[in-house]
């Protein structure tokens, strides 16, 4: 994905310039890994530079009701995800994901490109922008969910939600943990991620 950029700052200069605004995802889905039926393995990558998605006001930032409409993390992170589903048993299916995330967030100072509700103008400086910039924070997932197909489109559904964020500033540190449960009809199994 390519926003903003100036091409002799993008890939001949390369100095940082805040306004090269760029994010790219990576990924690999393996069916039927190792040979196992329906063993279904997911990977991907994903990286979003500082002001990916951010413009002069709020009204043309990439949001809608003060939400992402890219990524939950915004921009200026790397994520790192895998995800394995696999039936257990006829009706029965396991899916599980973990997810890695670094994330560069603002300072309350300076908007240091992650926050996509900010107004770019209050950036810290226009050149040596990297990724991760500003306070790094290191964010852990972890999800598990067991669907029981009961009848035709009705599911019972239980799962398990983890997740850490450690942050350069221990006041952001943050772990989260519930299991939840229920029944669907007709409808795709809720999944968080973030």
């Not at 329906?38 to 003060?66: C, F, G, K, M, W």
């Not at 770019?120 to 400086?125: A, I, L, V, W």
């Not at 029981?148 to 450690?166: A, G, M």
């Amino acid at each position: 994905m390519l926003d903003e950029f100036v091409f002799n700052e993008l890939l001949v200069e390369r100095r940082g310039w805040w306004a090269n605004k760029y994010g790219f995802q990576l990924g690999i889905k393996y069916f039927d890994a190792l040979g196992i039926d329906h063993l279904d393995l997911q990977a991907e990558i994903n990286v979003v530079r500082p002001y990916t998605y951010q413009h002069r006001d709020s009204a043309s930032n990439y949001t809608h009701t003060v939400q992402s409409l890219a990524h939950p993390l915004g921009a200026n992170f790397r994520e790192f995800l895998v995800q394995l589903r696999y039936p257990i048993l006829d009706r029965l299916v396991l899916n599980t994901r973990l997810i890695l995330a670094q994330q560069g967030e603002d300072d309350g100072s300076f908007n240091y490109g992650g926050d996509l509700i900010l107004d770019y103008g209050n950036r810290r400086d226009n050149f040596g922008n990297e990724t991760l910039q500003g306070v790094r924070s290191d964010i852990v997932i972890a999800g598990i969910d067991l669907s029981y197909q009961l009848f035709h489109n009705v599911f019972i559904d239980l799962s398990y939600f983890y997740r850490n964020k450690t942050s350069q500033e221990s006041v952001r540190d943050r772990t989260d943990a519930f299991i939840e449960g229920g029944i669907r009809m007709n409808i795709n199994q809720r999944r968080l991620d973030f």
